[in-house]
């Protein structure tokens, strides 16, 4: 640890990027801003790839800092991940990467914490008080954790938040035999037809697990919801879904 950033990791903190520097300023520093925000990650990674290049954590805070003045408004952080070393690490990165704080720590308080995002990320929305405000939930497994539906309901009915999750369909592919079949119902609202991907053709496994992971997004959950593909020849498949946008961000 730290691990080297895949191609494909490039491409996604790309996303992160453009939208946060959008998304912080529109809500905290508009005409109808918000009094606070909170960036949330259920699965933050220790800030820092082996090469140096940034992580989603230190991504965020850079957009903000770098386009919302530090007296507009509060931004929490919340940082979980269920490995002490990414947590521990963390923390030593972003001193770092900030080492003269941006913001007070009233301004800008950063949550760190060991746990998993199943079991600990809503509890530590609660614990910030991160509900009734806006939320950006950036949910970026390695496809070996699904994010439970019953959180992302949750996020969805709280006021302009929106959810990016990475999903890796490799992970239901391989392992439908072997997983619980509710939990895996659960990723997917309690819809099993994610199940029939045992019958389908090696081609059209990912698609059937994408198609299925979409549908109840968006039928259950959110109003808006976009996916894009980062598929570099040499990674499995993977899809990031991000959704509810009021506003959106990307579509400004
Ligand atoms: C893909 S990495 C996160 C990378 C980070 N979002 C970034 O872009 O810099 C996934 C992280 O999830 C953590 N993890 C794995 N299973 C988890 C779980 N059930 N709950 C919380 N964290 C988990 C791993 O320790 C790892 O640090």
Redesign the pocket.
Known sequence: MPWQCAEH?GA??EIYRRYLERWFPILLASSNAYPSVTYA??????GVYSGGED??PVIAIRALVGEVPPNKGIARFVF????QR?VDMLGETLLKAFPKRPRTDAAMPVWRKKG???EDLEVALDRVQAWGQPIFA?L???G??PVPFKLLQRLATNVSTEVIVTLLPQHFVRFVSRLDKEKGDDVFGGDPHWRDVVNLPPEAKSRHILTCYRKALKQRVFHTCWTSNLSPATASPCISSSARGIPSACRR
Do not use: L, Q, R
């Open positions: 990791t996604k903190h990650e259920g699965f933050a990674g220790p992580g989603s979980i991940d269920d490995d990414c998993t995002c199943a950036n970026d497994s390695w070996n954790a």
